[in-house]
């Protein structure tokens, strides 16, 4: 005789319920009004606590019902809701936390803030999306509009428990008083359980002071920060391990830097950066002795990169994945653009030759390049950087059967010549997948040999620039 559902037994509606609010597809990003649950599901779960008090009390004992929370461009009624479930989250979880993603277009902007606001002391990752609020309607005179508001929601409490915050605003939204941004950089960076601040605004400066110490903090990602701001964050982060700065802007050049002293960070283990300008005389100011990942990309103006060079004599990284993305300003004609992947690949080459387990160059690699990671010693191992395991490259300008040449020249899956390939050049060396970037279609002879090989078993990644 089946069992009704007020006579099953508790662990199997827990189980139900924790399927209940798995989503079958991912979530997809919608400007509509919504409010999800948990793992971005659109599952109700306050109606859960309706049925009987069996449910009810399991619905509440149930974790994942009350960990997590979505909410997108929010109406009245999405408020209420919102409410509604932070103070039953709270009654539920006790002392657990929550994680909050806010998606405001402007509409109750400042009623949410206000309502999340009081329970900021319950929450662990908090993800505030503004990008929709094109037209500051907080920009009371002399009040700082909208940044002002996020700077009292943001700095209400010195001992926030928030270990992830993201914040993301619209560039249109004006900066009224730098000191609100200062404050709130201030304030996140201090908290004392703060591992992850990712910034997505416009440009802002950071101070250069000593006056505050982001002991805990391990991740940075941020745009449109200043270069000065990227020593600043090194200098008061002593924990930090990861740091991503997507858009450099052009403050600087190198008689600006010389003043400054060498700042050496002991623990940052990963470094991107992005820039319009050339961000090599960055280095002339950076020691990592701890650095394993370092992705560059930015335009070309100096003629070499025996400024890099001397920063890894100097910081001596054990450095095993490396990226860049080459680029040049339109204006600069052709007879002055400089060539730095073959610098890159000779720096990795001579100093992590032995370590080196992933190289990528984004922009279009020359045939020089391809000749250069085909080239052998006289005891059959390659000259550049021997030991990579994943190789990526730009190969648009690449003719002629030299790309198919590489791949079986450098691949470790073929321990022996197949008979299909009638080729001197014997293959080897320690590369397990390339991933090729190409937007027109390849040679016959490429063709041909790429989908040979691919059938032979090499991890062939090809995609369109």
């Not at 005179?141 to 996020?150: A, E, M, V």
């Not at 914040?167 to 591992?195: D, F, Y």
């Not at 204006?331 to 610098?343: A, I, K, L, Y």
């Amino acid at each position: 005789m089946p069992l009704g559902a007020p006579y099953m037994p508790e662990e199997l509606i827990m189980i139900i319920f924790q399927h209940y609010i798995a989503p079958d597809d991912p979530p997809h990003d919608s400007d509509n009004s919504v409010i999800q649950y948990s793992s971005r599901c659109c599952a109700d779960v306050i109606k859960l606590l309706r049925v009987n008090r069996t449910w009810r009390r399991v619905a509440l004992d149930t974790r994942e019902l009350w960990t997590s929370i979505y909410i997108c461009n929010p109406s009245k009624e999405i408020l209420t809701k919102y409410t509604g479930w932070m103070r039953i989250s709270h009654q539920s979880r006790k002392n657990s936390l929550v994680d909050i993603e806010l998606k405001l277009d402007g509409t109750l902007t400042e009623l949410f803030l206000s309502e999340t606001a009081k329970v900021l002391h319950s929450i662990r990752n908090l993800t505030i999306n503004l990008v929709k609020c094109h037209i500051d309607s907080f920009a009371v005179p002399d009040s700082g509009g909208l940044i002002h508001l996020l700077r009292k929601f943001l700095c209400a409490h010195r001992n926030l428990p928030l270990e992830r915050i993201h914040v993301k605003i619209a560039n249109e939204i004006p900066t009224k008083r730098r000191k609100n941004l200062t404050e709130i950089w201030k304030h996140l960076s201090s908290l004392p359980s703060i591992q992850q601040i990712k910034w997505d605004y416009k440009l802002m400066v950071l101070p250069l002071t000593n006056s505050w110490n982001a002991a805990n903090l391990t991740i940075v990602e941020a745009r449109a920060l200043q270069c000065c701001d990227l020593y600043w964050i090194l200098s008061v982060s002593p924990r930090l391990e990861e740091l991503r700065m997507t858009s450099i802007a052009s403050d600087y050049n190198p008689g600006d830097l010389t003043p400054m002293p060498i700042v050496e960070h002991a623990n940052l283990k990963s470094l991107v950066l992005f820039g319009r300008k050339d961000l090599l005389p960055i280095f002339t100011k950076l020691t990592l002795p701890a650095m394993e990942k370092l992705h560059l990309s930015y335009n070309v103006t100096t003629p070499s990169v025996y400024i890099f060079e001397e920063f890894i004599r100097r910081s001596k990284p054990p450095l095993r994945v490396f990226s860049y993305d080459q680029r040049y300003c339109y204006s600069r004609p052709t007879s002055e653009r400089h060539d730095h992947n073959v610098g890159y690949l000779n720096i990795c080459s001579t100093y992590f030759g032995g370590i080196m387990e992933e190289f990528a160059l984004i922009s279009d690699v020359t045939v020089d390049i391809m000749k250069m990671l085909m080239e052998r010693l006289s005891d059959g191992t390659h000259k550049h950087i021997a030991n990579v395991k994943y190789l990526d490259l730009s190969v648009n300008s690449i003719e002629g059967g030299i790309v198919s040449d590489l791949i079986f020249s450098r691949s470790a899956i073929y321990h022996q010549v197949p008979r299909a390939f009638k080729m001197t050049k014997g293959s080897g060396g320690q590369m397990r997948e390339i991933t090729l970037q190409r937007n027109s279609s390849y040679g016959i002879g490429d063709e041909q040999r790429l989908k040979a090989m691919e059938r032979e078993g090499v991890s062939i990644r090809r995609f369109a620039c």
